[in-house]
């Protein structure tokens, strides 16, 4: 059958056709593919599998009819031109190696459904076979076709269709039933849904999208070509796809070892390839290499030090096969942070890959020993991959990897020759990176003919080569490109000028601290403006220009892409970071200078390498006391406009938390917010990636609900959910989850399994929680990519959602949130996004998710870092609430997880009365079991501080009658014990509201209580040390909050000791009386007092009142002026003048304070405020009446110009004698403001009004500050 029969439109579609099965058939071996072959169909496909070959004959059918067994028939029937025997049915029974291939536009009817196939499906044979009942029938459609064809009434068809009828009569219906297995049938093939289809192979053939189009052009002229010259076509159009292919991932001037095909053999069956060795054998190109003959069959290969980064890579569900190539995970030269969960994951991850999902592990042989403490590679295999030991090669390999290396550098001839002979005959063997070092270094060799010398040289350690680059002066320049790149992001050249000496401006680029959140219920008014930002001069002089040319001339440097540069090995990468060991204050200042706008500079991918330099920087200077700058720039990297840059900072600071000082440590509650309180919403989409507008302490705004239409996010939700490997960009992923969150419906796991695979930590969050907040089931594979994340911000929002809708869930599906939110509640950061949300649980009994708390709650105590946003009031109260719902396990974990985290916390400093008050729970708490309680009493009692100590006391006495008798006895015991606090210990026991007789017994050695009759018989030390606890002086007593109980007791020794002045407790009781500023209780102290010690009672009347707000006492302040001496009333005036300004708002409170009788008194001190108040007063009356009778424009105009007059009289007055109160200036300017004058007009009596404002709060009395005798902080 001739191709061309039809016209032009089906030729097209015919020819694209082919183009594509040479696409689907790309990856397979012994291809070949003809063109409309003489005595064929449109098309043949011969394939060698080494035990035959098979053999694919094509019919393509345009028509958009339906496919019926009529029109199968008359496709089978096809004969041979000018043939009247070897149809196209009997050569399908005849040969059990041919395949038939329907490729059409119609689509199946019933009858033939059955042989119908996708597009993609390959070449798999049909599992079920056609019924009897249809062979029959399209044996009879055989018979009508013979029909047809006789009556064209030619020699030729009247031979044809006896030829027919006579197959139609033997025809064997399970035969034919048999040979249809090998009948596939493609339907609704459209010709733009083929052409999609075709530029999406070319896609994962590595064929740059710009160019996809062109090369497809290539292909179906190539097709066109193939008909007339009717040979092999496959050859040609691969060399199409390799002219068009850039080489990315292979290696330059690789040899291979040998075992290259063994290795592609064994990642091809086991999905991972583990490779190991000694430092620079070889690792890393290696598993570069065998990657790349992977990218050469269409697989998308990642090049990654971040494991996260590449479990999301390959757990990523779009269409298509992904290979990743990780190098050194558990670390290089040193362990990683964390090698634990570093190895973990490996493990979790090889366990989840596939036939399209393959990973290459490069990893250092000595890391791998020294974690797994084993002697032997073959001791820690990753599943039931073993690791391939790369420093196992032969002479040979080496002699080859010599010669390579002579073409690729300047080597001396006779250095070639002595190390050549040396590696051929082995008496040597070294390291192919220690070889590539010996010759981009060879100059530094005194003589080259000596073999000593170069093996010397090609051995050096990375110390030691880098004390020769500080010899050589390179060591800014290689310190400046360890900043400003990484293992797999290299830097322009313009990023490394800047970070090494910046743009002559003292900028900071892409800084975006926000000091606040806000959200709309709709749109935000203006998208935030973007700040175009660009280096204003970078350039290096000619002496660094020289210095990185010398690099790039040696292969320290390669240019990875096009004006894009990194160190060419990993080794090169240490020596430089190598540099920094050791340096002196100058070279260290200039580092962190380097670091720093490395990390605000304007390139992402130098932002993030800078941000990842943060750990080698920190371990070069943890040695001098420049390391706790690296932190605090750390720090400042969490105001990056770079989202991704934020979260590696985070990442830096958690993992040195430990080591880092107490006093930055302090930040922790900011920098969980920086990276996990944003939202999406808040951000600007610059290039397709997720920043913050930029500018200091900025005012973010976002939108509370984002509601978009199903057009605006149709393609991307399509894409998504579809199979093809589409990139959909990080902005149209959140409109896409947007709108997905208020449509269920439309919530496919498809779509979401591709949400996860962001590496952006925000939009995950967003999915995880829409998909959480709904009852869902058959999600394991979705619930396995939530629960592994390590970002904050997912465990938040996967708390959130949980909550959201665990009313709804059935116990098994509980069960598995609880399992998997137990993940995250293991992890510090993670744990101190969760607590709030679960503490701010709306629902009140049983509603509450009790079970959700009891199980989380105890993990998160346990892990949280005791800087961390704790609300005390909170978990007390949903701790509290819940005691009548926790089961006593659950309990029991809850107190555990609290005593480990008071047992951190209390070493720092003294825990809030709601946070100790795990005592008082755990006495009420569900458990019954009188062991699990008395230990965890021990615990307790065991807190380090007196502060806790005696908040544990204070709760097992108050809850005495709940207590067993060997808890009593625990409590006893622990009173009478020689510590230096037993003191205070005892005195808390014995200041609550009911004091047990047992526990007065053992206090106090009379067995009774004190009174005022009686205290004089007590321990003067342990009475002081209960009248202290029972007022809460000093402040540390009043922050434990065991004060004010058992009044009864206590308050009448107090009284009697405010009215003994030479009583040690004297100032302090006082200090308790006048709490309340109860102005006829205090009158009636201050009439006992005053004739005989009137000079206390004003030194204790004064320190009330400065120390309190309000709180005035005219009558004890009257009782004591009038009854005292004259000349110490005159010396009382003249002290509370000085204190005036901060004990009074403004001069009318002077009769609040000291009554009428002495207020003018008083007021006479000020002459100036009452001066300036008095012509303020008289000027605006004055201008009242004068102005009056003018009209209102006139007296305006009028009266706004005499003001300014009076007013620049007053601001000379005030610059020569200044008023003492800050209200005073306040009566001044809302005067002359409703009198006419403007801002500017009073700028200067503003600023007074301020001055005097902080200088009245600055000035304060010397207030005491006891130490107290034994106290443990």
Known sequence: MSIATVGPKKYDFQDLVCVYLYLQNHADQG????????GGEDAKIAIDSGQGTRIIEVQIKGSQDDISLTSLANWLVHFPERESKGTLLERLLENQKTLVLFVASGRCGDKVSLLSKRISDGWELHENR???????????????????????????????????????????????????????????????????????????LRVPLDRCDGVLSKLLTRVKQAKESQGDVYSLLEEDIKDNVPDQVRPRNYVCRGSESEWVAELSNDNILLLSGSPRVG??????????????????????????????????????????????????????????RALAKLRELS?????????????????????????????????????????????????????????????????????????????????????????????????????????????????????????????????????????????????????????????????????????????????????????????????????????????????????????????YRLAAERTANGITSIGAKKLLNNLERGIFSLSIETSKASAIALTWVYSALRDSNRHADVVSLAIKGLNSKYLSTKDICFYFLLNNFADIDEGLRGGFNSWVSEVSFLRLSHVVWENGEATLPVGEHLSLEGKLFEFYEWQEVEKAISTLGGEAAVQVSGEDAWKAISYLEYNIDQQLPSVFLRLLSFDLGLLRAKAVSVWLANVREGDHDILN??????????????????????????????????????????????????????????????????????????????????????????????????LRYFSSTDFM???????????????????????????????????????FRYSRLVRLLGLH???????????????????????????????????????????????????????????FPKKSMPMVSTMEEFDQH???????????????????????????????????????????????????????????????????????????????????????????????????????????????????????ARVLDDLWEAREWVGEEYAHRLLNLFPNDLKLIEVVYNFKKAMETNLERMTPKKREDLGRDMSKVVLSVINDSLIRVPPVFYATCQYIIDNFKAMGCSDSDLENIERLRKELITNAFERSIDFRNDKLDGWIE
């Open 31 to 38: 291809v070949e593919i003809y063109i409309e072959p003489k």
């Open 130 to 204: 056609i019924s009897r009942e249809v062979a029959r029938e399209l044996i009879g459609e055989i018979n009508i076709c013979a029909d047809d064809i006789e009556k064209n009434d030619t020699d030729l068809s009247k031979k044809r269709a006896a030829h027919l009828r006579e197959f139609a009569k033997k025809a064997n219906v399970d035969e034919i039933r048999r040979a249809l297995v090998r009948l596939l049938i493609v339907e609704k093939v459209e010709d733009e849904g083929l052409r999609e289809l075709c530029l999406h192979k070319l896609r994962k």
């Open 283 to 340: 690792k890393s190109s290696a598993g570069k290499w065998v990657a790349a003959e992977f990218e050469l069959i269409g697989y998308h290969v990642k090049l990654s030090s971040d494991l996260d980064e590449v479990e999301r890579f390959l757990l990523d569900t779009a269409e298509g096969e992904r290979l990743a190539v990780v190098d050194d995970p558990l670390g290089n030269y040193c362990l990683s942070s964390d090698p634990g």
């Open 351 to 571: 366990m989840r890959l596939s036939p399209s999902r393959k990973l290459i592990v490069s990893q250092v042989q000595d890391r791998l020993l020294q974690f797994g403490n084993v002697a032997k590679l073959n001791k820690m295999p990753i599943g039931r991959a073993r690791w391939h030991d790369l420093g196992l090669y032969d002479k040979d390999f080496l002699g080859r990897v010599w010669e390579s290396l002579k073409s690729q550098f300047d080597v001396p001839e006779a250095l070639f020759k002595v190390v050549g002979e040396a590696l051929r005959n082995g008496s040597i063997s070294i390291e192919p990176g220690c070889l590539m070092h010996l010759t981009s270094s060879h100059q530094r060799l005194r003589v080259f003919d000596d073999l000593k010398e170069a093996i010397a040289l090609a051995h050096e350690d990375a110390d030691a080569l880098a004390s020769a680059f500080i010899y050589e002066g390179y060591e800014s320049m290689l310190q400046a490109l360890a900043i400003a790149t990484s293992h797999d992001m290299p830097c322009k050249i313009d990023d490394l000028k800047y970070v090494l000496s910046g743009d002559g401006t003292t900028k900071k680029y892409a800084n975006a601290s926000f000091g606040s959140l806000s959200y709309s219920l709709g749109m935000r008014e203006a998208p935030p403006t973007l700040s175009v930002e660009k280096y204003e001069n970078v350039e290096m002089n000619e002496g660094e220009e020289k210095k990185f040319e010398g690099l790039e001339r040696r292969r320290v440097v390669i240019e990875q892409i096009i004006e894009r540069f990194n160190f060419s090995h990993s080794f």
């Open 785 to 882: 990519r939530i629960f592994s994340d390590q970002h904050p911000s997912v465990a938040q929002a996967a708390v959130q959602g949980v909550m959201r809708s665990w009313s709804e869930l059935g116990e098994e599906r509980q069960a598995d949130m609880i399992e998997g939110l137990r993940k995250f509640a293991t992890l510090p950061a993670s744990a101190s996004t969760m607590i709030a949300p679960l503490l701010r649980m709306d629902e009140d009994g049983e509603a509450r998710p009790w079970k959700l708390l009891g199980a989380l709650l105890p993990e998160i105590l346990r892990v949280i870092p005791e800087d961390a946003s704790l609300s005390d009031a909170r978990l007390f109260e949903a701790v509290r609430s819940g």
């Open 893 to 931: 974990n809850i107190v555990d997880g609290w005593i480990d985290l008071l047992e951190k916390v209390t070493r720092r400093v003294m825990p809030s009365d709601f946070v100790m008050a795990i005592t008082d729970l755990l006495i009420r708490g569900p458990s019954s079991d009188s062991s």
């Open 945 to 1003: 501080g007196t502060g806790s100590q005696i908040r544990v006391v204070v709760e097992l006495v108050d809850g005495w009658e709940l207590l067993s008798g060997d808890e009593r006895d625990l409590l006893l015991s622990h009173l009478r014990m020689q510590r230096t606090d037993t003191s205070w210990l005892k005195a808390a026991a014995v200041t609550r509201p009911i004091v047990p007789k047992q526990v007065v017994d053992e206090v």
């Open 1022 to 1140: 342990e009475l002081e040390c209960a009248l202290r606890v029972y007022m809460g002086q000093p402040g540390v007593l009043w922050t434990v909050g065991a004060h004010h109980a058992g009044k009864e007791v206590w308050e009448p020794l107090i009284e009697e000791i405010a009215l003994m002045p030479d009583h040690i407790l004297f100032n302090e009781s006082w200090e308790h009386i006048t709490f309340e500023s109860n102005d006829s209780k205090i009158s009636r102290f201050v009439d006992k007092l005053v004739d005989n010690h009137p000079q206390e009672i004003f030194d204790r009347l004064l320190e009330h009142k400065i120390t309190t707000n309000g709180g005035f006492m005219p009558g004890a302040w009257g009782i004591l002026l009038n009854r005292s001496p004259a000349h110490l009333v005159d010396q009382w005036f003249n002290v509370m003048a000085d204190h005036a």
